[in-house]
């Protein structure tokens, strides 16, 4: 099979049921294989488990915040990009974002064309990362 006929690998670290499975759905839906778990020591154990191409993940959860959780999954794999989900008002450059192992960042509440977009260009930077 292709790499374009494959379908992308996605694991969801997010604590809240509802918007964990609000995004099962959207990823679902857009033709993408979805893993989850509730929170981020579970999340990481299943990305040393299994092979993902991206991961969604919760700033605010109890035990491992997300930045800890994206901290954890470069470690393993610097590959996969990682983007972070929340409710904060974060603003920083993408410089600070690298600082803190995150590539891209999505805000709640949050459209659904938002998360189909920045799936896209976590797809796309995953492409890159394969090419370094």
């Known amino acids: 099979m292709s790499d374009r006929k494959r379908k992308t690998k996605i694991l969801v670290i997010e604590h809240e049921e509802n918007i964990r ?3 099962i759905d959207i990823l679902k ?7 989850t778990a509730d929170d981020g020591l ?17 700033l605010g959860m109890p035990e491992m915040s997300g930045w800890k959780v994206a901290e954890k999954i470069k470690s393993i794999n610097g590959r996969v990009p990682v983007i972070l989900i929340t409710g904060w008002n974060i603003e920083m450059d ?10 891209l ?28």
Do not use: S
């Not at 993408?94 to 590539?103: A, F, G, I, N």
């Open 42 to 58: 579970r999340g990481v154990e299943l990305f040393e488990e299994k092979e993902f191409d991206l991961v969604l993940t919760d």
């Open 21 to 23: 499975q609000v995004l």
């Open 29 to 35: 839906n857009n033709g993408h294989k979805v893993e």
């Open 94 to 103: 993408e410089t600070e974002l690298r600082e803190r192992w995150v590539d």
């Open 105 to 132: 960042v999505i805000h709640k509440p949050f459209e659904i064309d938002q998360v189909i977009k920045l799936v896209k260009e976590g797809i796309a930077l995953r492409e890159r990362f394969k090419a370094l």
